[in-house]
Nanobody, 115 residues
């Protein structure tokens, strides 16, 4: 059974940094993409960053230049490095792995940025 577990969230001051981690367990085949999403209070879920099977990355305009997505495939880990954090980055962050057959999601980790 595939499980994704996020960690690394917390409370940080504006301008600070956090690194989120997503640990995958179980057998995952035919990965198409790995993503980070977030959901802020009262808002819809937002796609934050994507890394494709080929290694291409893309970030939402709202975080471009501040957030970086990367993986360590040998360790079955996915990361989101978040720099220059702003109060509007406050949200629950979720990792997702999209395969040809399934989508897997973590339970989320809270990031709170104080002004």
């Amino acid at each position: 059974q595939v499980q994704l577990v996020e960690s690394g969230g917390g409370l940080v001051q504006s301008g600070g940094s956090l690194r989120l981690s997503c640990a995958a367990s179980g057998s995952i085949f035919s990965i198409n993409a790995m993503r980070w999403h977030r959901r802020a209070p009262g808002k819809q879920r937002e796609l934050v960053a994507t890394i494709t099977r080929g290694g291409s990355t893309n970030c939402a305009d709202s975080v471009k230049g501040r957030f970086t997505i990367f993986t360590d495939n040998a360790k079955k880990m996915m990361y989101l490095q978040m720099n220059s954090l702003k109060p509007e980055d406050t949200a629950v962050y979720y990792c997702q792995i999209a395969t040809m057959m399934d989508d897997y999601w973590g339970q989320g980790t809270q990031v709170t940025v104080s002004s």
